[in-house]
């Protein structure tokens, strides 16, 4: 231990809590195992779990997914503190954070875990004996659960924010140093040239400036992670990560710009042809093409395998024809990823297909100027900064070269290569909303009098942001973890999916904490708060509803276990 943080020997922080942390996942681990047995959901004949075998007991299956993803951010965040332990940086305010999260956690899977306001799922749910969930009364968890997350830590936790309510981050992170620089440069990209100017953008529902994104494409946003050969920057997920965090932070429309960019390049990486990548992503990665992402219609939601818009073959050229919804950035962008039916005798995924589909972009006095596409905007709550559209297709034309790797019917493999990116950045994007929510909540409190001292002295408002902070650590963990599993080129949907749900889960509990601190002036647009509550929403929606995250983890774990 020579070199190494020395932790007070105070009341409120446990000694040792790394071990005593790491004593009980072998516990949490044999609980979950019990549950997936008790599950008794059975395979089809070539070993997969369908949806229908798990729709019967949805609420189990579902609450199931979330006790798995409690038991994985507990692990990261395990590991996380090992990790600082070994570079001598785990001091007393991570071990503040880590006693208070397993506290926290380990009495949710204890008593109960919140997937909705309304719903909640208990470990006795699931019908097993006192006798076969005696792991949870196991010493580690008894301790932690007694002593982790006391008012005592929580109020120690809040002073150390007190100190330093301006930083970039509370705690160390963990990350290399590479990463923390990049996270310093976007933590002041987004002071300067984002925070002061988001809320007029959000109230005047503009569209964030051009001038900006001409800013952001000198920085590398939409050239991040593209190769170097295609013009890129070549650098990793967890590099995207921290980039689209901090301009969340900023304004959730700035950090959402490049997530359009992020899914064109990777549907052209992954399953465009060579003369499609060397044409596409060298203008993505200038931003000389701002794409958007044309998947979703009014009638099918996630169930893409109903999709209705269809793209018939006519010489050389393909028409399309049909509706889509919720298409953010329609207006403005040049190209859009399209996702069509060009097998009609098909009625499932394996008729679709996905085409790199050239457009004008829209100007204020005609948003869609190209023939035979139409649309309108839908006006939205948050979110906003890019704008959302309706678009109806009639016989737009789109060249035969133009289809993603020149082959048909690939569209629904192709799109799901994505999926574990795309749901990695909105995780890293709600974590940034959360961060703002928390950014917000304490300088309002170290601020707001009442009763002669500042309100973040009061208990119930200096223990709401200590649950903050330590839920923004837990989900900022988790998704570091899907992001570097990523960069290993390791399957990740699984990871991915837990730090979508997580973090969208902890973004809206974070801006409603937030909003209720600031009380009768948080409900009044003129605060920032207002804002954040409408961003953070929207994030257990998109990219995949939290249910149906939860059967997607669910179905995963199920068939790990089959397999």
């Not at 909705?116 to 949870?136: A, M, V």
């Not at 069509?340 to 009625?347: C, F, G, H």
């Not at 409408?534 to 790990?560: H, M, P, T, V, Y």
Request: net charge neutral; aromatic share 8%.
């Amino acid at each position: 231990m020579n070199g190494k943080k020395k932790l007070q020997k105070s009341p409120y922080i446990i000694e040792n809590c790394i071990d005593l942390c790491r004593g009980t996942l072998s516990a949490l681990d044999s609980v979950l195992f019990k549950l997936k047995n008790n599950l008794k959901v059975i395979p089809n004949e070539n070993g997969q779990i369908t949806n229908s075998s798990l729709d019967g007991n949805q609420y189990l299956v579902h609450g199931f997914a979330w006790i798995a993803t409690y038991i994985e951010s507990l692990k990261q965040m395990t590991n996380w503190a090992i990790a600082l332990d070994e570079k001598s940086s785990f001091g007393e305010i991570e071990n503040l954070i880590l006693q208070i999260a397993f506290g926290e956690y380990l009495s949710q899977l204890k008593g109960g875990i919140q997937m909705s306001p309304s719903e909640f799922i208990r470990i006795t749910d699931f019908g097993l004996s006192n006798g076969e969930l005696e792991e949870l009364n196991c010493k580690s968890i008894l301790n932690l659960c007694e002593l982790g997350n006391t008012d005592d830590a929580k109020r120690t936790l809040v002073n150390f924010l007190k100190q330093n309510p301006i930083s970039p981050v509370f705690a160390n992170n963990g990350l290399e140093p590479e990463y923390e620089e990049i996270r310093n440069q976007f933590f002041r990209f987004s002071n300067e040239k984002v925070v002061p100017e988001a809320h007029n953008w959000h109230m005047q529902n503009l569209l964030i400036p051009t001038s900006l994104i001409s800013e952001l494409s000198k920085l590398g946003v939409f050239s991040l992670t593209i190769p170097e050969e295609f013009g890129g920057l070549g650098m990793s997920k967890t590099a995207m990560c921290v980039v689209s965090e901090e301009l969340s932070r900023g304004y959730i429309g700035v950090g959402s710009l490049a997530t359009r960019s992020e899914i064109a390049a990777e549907l052209i990486l992954t399953g465009g042809t060579k003369k499609q990548k060397e044409e596409w992503l060298p203008k993505i990665a200038s931003a000389e093409i701002m794409p958007a992402a044309v998947f979703t219609e009014p009638n099918t939601g996630s169930d893409l395998g109903s999709l209705q818009t269809r793209a018939v073959l006519k010489g050389a050229n393909y028409y399309v024809t049909g509706n889509k919804t919720w298409i953010t950035h329609a207006s403005r962008a040049n190209m859009m990823t399209l996702l069509a039916r060009t097998n009609q005798k098909s009625k499932n995924y394996a008729g679709l297909s996905i085409f790199i589909a050239p457009k004008t972009p829209g100007q204020e006095t005609d948003l869609f100027p190209s023939d035979g596409i139409k649309g309108t905007e839908i006006e939205v709550l948050g979110y906003r900064g890019m704008k959302e559209y309706e678009l109806n297709f009639d016989n737009f034309k789109i060249k035969k070269e133009y289809l993603l790797g020149e082959k048909e019917g690939c569209g629904f493999k192709q799109l799901m290569e994505t999926f574990e990116s795309a749901r990695i950045q909105t995780a890293a994007r709600a974590v940034g909303v959360a961060q703002n929510a928390l950014d917000l909540a304490l300088k309002y409190a170290l601020e707001r009098k009442q009763f002669g001292k500042a309100i973040i002295d009061f208990p119930r408002v200096y223990s709401k942001i200590a649950s903050m902070t330590v839920d923004i650590m837990i989900s900022r963990q988790l998704t570091y973890f899907s992001s570097r599993e990523k960069d290993e080129n390791r399957r990740c949907d699984l990871p991915a999916g837990m730090a979508k749900m997580l973090s969208a889960k902890t973004a809206w509990s974070a801006a409603d904490n937030s909003l209720q601190i600031h009380g009768g002036n948080g409900f009044a647009l003129e605060y920032d708060i207002s804002r954040v509550l409408c961003d953070a929403r929207i994030l257990s929606i998109f990219e995949g509803a939290a249910e149906i995250q939860a059967q997607i983890i669910a179905r995963r774990l199920l068939e790990k276990q089959n397999s």
